[in-house]
T-cell receptor
């Protein structure tokens, strides 16, 4: 079993829809939870990070962490074609390593 | 101002050659990393340096040698390139291992012919 599981998709939604992405994990020691967006042929761009449990909102993006269920989510409201990308979850204990999910490819149709 | 910059962006070379990729960060971070992203987009850690000291060396062939002249730079030298080395290599940095929020460069796309 992988340490971080993420459905690779692909996920296709119409413009304006809510995009819902999630990851599950097995290591209960994870404390930092991150979401990265990667456009084709570009580097991963940090979207949001959360420390421990809870929700965090930034504009159209909301990140949620449920440590009891070992489950994290990213919601994108009012999705735009420019949101079409691969979204990677990543998580870390207080050490040097990030454990990444496989990434979910999202297409927002105009 | 690019926070984490890598050069070159593209590298096309023949099997058996030696090549280097350079990385610089201007974020004042102590920790830097090299990742390899394969064709399936999975990011795999290769090395990590904290304050010029090697911390992580994942199962990477010793043809790959990182060098950190100072904490703002982490270069990657690859000897005797093989076809299987073709991938995208990303540099990243974080403030510290305790706050391991990593920022990535744009990547170097290496093609070995």
């Amino acid at each position: 079993q992988k340490e971080v599981e993420q459905d690779p998709g692909p996920l296709s939604v119409p413009e304006g829809a809510i995009v819902s992405l999630n990851c599950t994990y097995s290591n209960s020691a994870f404390q930092y939870f991150m979401w990265y967006r990667q456009y084709s042929r570009k580097g991963p761009e940090l979207l949001m990070y959360t420390y421990s449990s809870g929700n965090k909102e930034d504009g159209r993006f909301t990140a949620q962490v449920d440590k009891s269920s070992k489950y994290i989510s990213l919601f994108i409201r009012d999705s735009q074609p420019s949101d079409s990308a691969t979204y990677l979850c990543a998580m870390s204990v207080n050490d040097y390593k990030l454990s990444f999910g496989a990434g979910t490819t999202v297409t927002v149709r105009a | 101002d690019t926070a984490v910059s890598q050069t070159p962006k593209y590298l096309v070379t023949q099997m058996g050659n030696d090549k280097s990729i350079k990385c610089e960060q201007n974020l004042g971070h102590d920790t830097m990393y090299w990742y390899k992203q394969d064709s399936k987009k999975f990011l795999k850690i290769m090395f990590s340096y904290n304050n010029k000291e090697l911390i992580i060396n994942e199962t990477v062939p010793n043809r790959f040698s990182p060098k950190s002249p100072d904490k703002a730079h982490l270069n990657l030298h690859i000897n005797s390139l093989e076809l299987g080395d073709s991938a995208v290599y990303f540099c990243a940095s974080s403030l510290s291992p305790a706050k391991n929020i990593q920022y990535f460069g744009a990547g170097t796309r290496l093609s070995v012919l």
